[in-house]
């Protein structure tokens, strides 16, 4: 990685010249940003105005008028929605291990812009399954709605008559209403979780 952004910074200092605070670099991490800015530094010989660097995350934040909000605050308003659906709901200190797993899982799905999110929590019983129903998928899409079900396949053939698994079957048939009343619930106010933020800029890209 540091080969190449060496490479990338020499070929737009030597192309670019004094232009090169008309660009902005954009980066998975503020790591690969600061290898960057010291690899430009090492080929700008004098003074010019230095480009502007930033992360993806960052980048989309700015295509968005949404904010990102911490995991504590999804996790309460997640857990009052659940609550809506689901009257009698576990205690919050049992919800959470569960709603750490479904903000994580809600922000990839998300992240890979799943068109048909209702069809991916429909009861899917074999991985082999998403291989036929989401034949229309990228590779890396089917790969994500295989790692969504790893976790449930694993639990089920580990502990088929555990507390954790029948905890997660007791909350399946909630997931789509779930999701789709923490992003009404989220949207209300301007806010999101990151892969919620990404989906919003690429759904509305054209506008």
Not at 8 to 15: P, R
């Amino acid at each position: 990685m540091q080969s190449k952004l060496h490479a990338i910074a020499q070929t737009f200092v030597h192309e670019v010249g004094d232009d090169l605070h008309r660009y902005t670099f954009v980066f998975p991490n503020h790591r690969a940003g600061l290898f960057f800015r010291k690899y430009l530094s090492q080929y700008i010989t004098r003074p010019i105005l230095a480009p502007r660097v930033m992360t993806i995350n960052e980048c989309f934040a700015e295509l968005s008028d949404l904010q990102v909000v911490d995991q504590l605050t999804l996790l309460l308003r997640l857990y009052s929605e659940y609550r809506q659906l689901r009257p009698n709901a576990e205690s919050l200190d049992h919800f959470i291990y569960w709603g750490k797993m479904m903000l994580a899982d809600f922000s990839e799905i998300d992240n890979h812009v799943v068109q048909h999110v209702e069809a991916l929590f429909s009861s899917i019983k074999d991985l082999h399954d998403i291989e036929e129903r989401f034949s229309y998928l990228t590779d890396n899409q089917r790969k994500a709605l295989s790692n969504f079900w790893r976790e449930f396949q694993e639990s089920d053939r580990r502990h088929p008559d555990g507390e954790l698994h029948k905890r997660f079957l007791h909350t399946w048939d909630l997931l789509y209403p779930l999701y789709i009343a923490l992003h009404r619930n989220l949207l209300q106010e301007g806010l999101a979780y990151e892969g919620m933020l990404h989906r919003e800029v690429l759904d509305h890209w054209d506008s």
